[in-house]
């Protein structure tokens, strides 16, 4: 009888021994966090830029101690806002530029004190262009021009200077013709004079 309970009490040191060592190196693996999925996943490839980036842990991470920041193509800065939490769950406003890679990174701490930190990665496709000044600007209305007609109406013009000159030069003519036949007449007159005293 003794001996059947000594073994009885073996077995059951045995089984709380393998029990023990069991869950008490989980306890400390289980205050450390991790990443436990994300959206858009490691590695994606991505014709449509997300709205937002969503990191999904296996505990909930603290305000105070979780930082995360979103870098594209040339180091340019691609966070759009601050980050939100929702239980395990931490998204952040996405703020696409260029075609290429982004990298998001994040950084907190678990129970136990320890920093988790990592990066998810992921392409886009096509990007979005800058916007210039010229198409960023609103466009100015520019008001019909209208020309005012002219009240007066064109004035005729008047006679020339040499108009009346040439009328001047007219009637200067018939008189220099006029005193023509005046002198030829009078040397006919005297030609017959002189013919007539010859004969006599």
Known sequence: MGGRVARVARTWAVVLGVVASTLLPAAPA?????????????????????????????ATPKEATTEVTVTGPDNVAATGGPPAFSGKRVTVPFRPGAAGLYIVTYRLASDDGHPVKGEIRFTLTTGTPAESPSASAAPTTVAPTTVAPTSAAPTPA??????????????TGWLWAAGAVVVLAALGG???????AARR
């Open 30 to 58: 289980a205050a450390h966090n991790s990443l436990t999925g994300s959206d858009p996943r490691d590695g994606a490839r991505l014709a449509v830029a997300p709205e937002r980036i969503e990191l999904r842990f296996l």
């Open 158 to 171: 008047s006679p020339t200077p040499a108009a009346a000159g040439t009328d001047d030069d007219g009637g």
């Open 190 to 196: 005297g030609l017959l004079l002189r013919r007539r």
